[in-house]
């Protein structure tokens, strides 16, 4: 399992925009204090001064007078987290986008294409610095934690061997499991285990009554390096798509601009939605979702991008900053494609590159695929 970090990325991002920035003090405005400016990020050189996330501008600026604070850009920071995970996809189809700047994929089966894995590891590396100009660094081991606490001693590629993660997890400080709730680290500080080491000769019986039952197993299995996850695929599935977009300040509904933005991603693939579904969250990360119709799909993509915006101002009321939205489409002719296909939904297949063309060229009508149709055997297409 490889653990891939790009540490400091936000800054890594805005220093390949603007080369004059690096070897700077660099710190982003925080976008959610307009009244109070304060910091938001600050990069290494920055925190080795003694600037913090938090501190407010003005002092910042007293104390660090060379520092250069620039304007936050979350989404630019957001898709090229998503350039990441498709960056990986092309080394394995298995892996997860943590953190910023953050992934976990699996390695293992892909000796056969690439060859060993320490040196696939490097490969990786390295092609992630040519093509996109991020300094990255990795961890390998089979376990999961072993491999990201190993990308983060930024030795470039660090090798966790089979046998050694819970000697090399052992010294780790407990602090570091960002997912402990505060409350069960204290509870575990003030019986003196502070570490990983110190955790790893607990029996389970006694963890499960300093945790729960739930949590027990994992956290033994992590502090010993024993935890093997099965990670999800990269990639969407064939015929799927799903397109985030973070707002940043959280704004009233009416000033997200949804629909230009659906819009945009309705028209990125000209084949007709076979399933569409809005979430968003809002300041207190609550979820909320709208799912569309059947006959909103066989709408124009304009009309439809409308409906969505519609449906979001009826969900999302004055009172709810919205921070986060996604969109997620299922394209085709109305069912996924199975492996023995009848001869009717064969022909209805074929007919979706020419719906392709007839969108394109009359992207204000609707081009209704045979599924729409009256009738269950139809293979007409309508306009």
Same mark, same amino acid.
């Given at each position: 399992?490889?653990?891939?970090?790009?540490?400091?990325?936000?800054?890594?991002?805005?220093?390949?925009?603007?080369?004059?920035?690096?070897?700077?003090?660099?710190?982003?405005?925080?976008?959610?204090?307009?009244?109070?400016?304060?910091?938001?990020?600050?990069?290494?050189?920055?925190?080795?001064?003694?600037?913090?996330?938090?501190?407010?501008?003005?002092?910042?600026?007293?104390?660090?007078?060379?520092?250069?604070?620039?304007?936050?850009?979350?989404?630019?920071?957001?898709?090229?987290?998503?350039?990441?995970?498709?960056?990986?996809?092309?080394?394995?189809? %298995?892996?997860?986008?943590?953190?910023?700047?953050?992934?976990?994929?699996?390695?293992?089966?892909?000796?056969?294409?690439?060859?060993?894995?320490?040196?696939?590891?490097?490969?990786?590396?390295?092609?992630?610095?040519?093509?996109?100009?991020?300094?990255?660094?990795?961890?390998?081991?089979?376990?999961?934690?072993?491999?990201?606490?190993?990308?983060?001693?930024?030795?470039?590629?660090?090798?966790?061997?089979?046998?050694?993660?819970?000697?090399?997890?052992?010294?780790?400080?407990?602090?570091?499991?960002?997912?402990?709730?505060?409350?069960?680290?204290?509870?575990?500080?003030?019986?003196?285990?502070?570490?990983?080491?110190?955790?790893?000769?607990?029996?389970?019986?006694?963890?499960?009554?300093?945790?729960?039952?739930?949590? &027990?197993?994992?956290?033994?299995?992590?502090?010993?390096?024993?935890?093997?996850?099965?990670?999800?695929?990269?990639?969407?599935?064939?015929?799927?798509?799903?397109?985030?977009?973070?707002?940043?300040?959280?704004?009233?509904?009416?000033?997200?601009?949804?629909?230009?933005?659906?819009?945009?991603?309705?028209?990125?693939?000209?084949?007709?939605?076979?399933?569409?579904?809005?979430?968003?969250?809002?300041?207190?990360?609550?979820?909320?979702?709208?799912?569309?119709?059947?006959?909103?799909?066989?709408?124009?993509?304009?009309?439809?991008?409308?409906?969505?915006?519609?449906?979001?101002?009826?969900? &999302?009321?004055?009172?709810?900053?919205?921070?986060?939205?996604?969109?997620?489409?299922?394209?085709?002719?109305?069912?996924?494609?199975?492996?023995?296909?009848?001869?009717? %939904?064969?022909?209805?297949?074929?007919?979706?590159?020419?719906?392709?063309?007839?969108?394109?060229?009359?992207?204000?009508?609707?081009?209704?695929?045979?599924?729409?149709?009256?009738?269950?055997?139809?293979?007409?297409?309508?306009?």
């Amino acid at each position: 399992m490889l653990a891939m970090w790009v540490p400091e990325l936000p800054f890594q991002l805005a220093c390949g925009r603007d080369g004059a920035l690096r070897e700077r003090p660099l710190a982003f405005l925080n976008p959610e204090t307009p009244r109070t400016p304060s910091l938001w990020f600050v990069n290494r050189l920055g925190r080795a001064e003694g600037l913090a996330p938090g501190l407010p501008l003005d002092q910042a600026l007293r104390t660090l007078p060379s520092l250069r604070v620039l304007d936050p850009a979350p989404q630019v920071w957001w898709e090229a987290q998503v350039s990441l995970g498709d960056f990986l996809q092309q080394w394995t189809p %298995q892996g997860q986008l943590l953190r910023l700047g953050e992934a976990l994929v699996e390695l293992q089966g892909t000796q056969g294409l690439f060859g060993p894995l320490p040196d696939t590891a490097e490969r990786i590396r390295q092609e992630l610095s040519r093509r996109h100009g991020w300094e990255g660094h990795g961890g390998l081991s089979l376990s999961a934690t072993a491999a990201q606490f190993a990308a983060r001693t930024e030795h470039g590629l660090a090798c966790v061997g089979e046998g050694a993660e819970a000697v090399f997890l052992a010294p780790q400080p407990l602090v570091r499991l960002a997912d402990l709730a505060p409350r069960l680290r204290e509870r575990l500080h003030r019986l003196g285990l502070r570490s990983f080491g110190d955790l790893q000769p607990v029996p389970l019986p006694v963890l499960v009554e300093l945790t729960n039952p739930k949590l &027990a197993p994992d956290l033994r299995a992590r502090v010993r390096g024993e935890d093997r996850p099965r990670l999800p695929l990269l990639a969407e599935r064939p015929g799927h798509a799903r397109h985030g977009w973070r707002l940043q300040p959280p704004c009233l509904p009416e000033e997200a601009g949804l629909a230009a933005r659906c819009l945009h991603w309705l028209w990125s693939d000209p084949r007709s939605p076979r399933r569409l579904a809005l979430r968003w969250w809002d300041v207190d990360g609550e979820l909320h979702s709208w799912r569309a119709a059947s006959e909103d799909l066989a709408a124009p993509p304009l009309a439809l991008a409308r409906r969505i915006q519609e449906a979001f101002l009826a969900g &999302a009321t004055r009172r709810v900053l919205v921070r986060e939205a996604e969109l997620r489409l299922a394209w085709g002719l109305g069912q996924e494609r199975a492996l023995f296909q009848d001869p009717l %939904q064969a022909r209805l297949d074929r007919l979706e590159p020419v719906l392709a063309r007839l969108r394109r060229r009359f992207p204000d009508q609707a081009i209704l695929p045979g599924w729409a149709g009256r009738g269950d055997t139809t293979l007409e297409t309508s306009q």
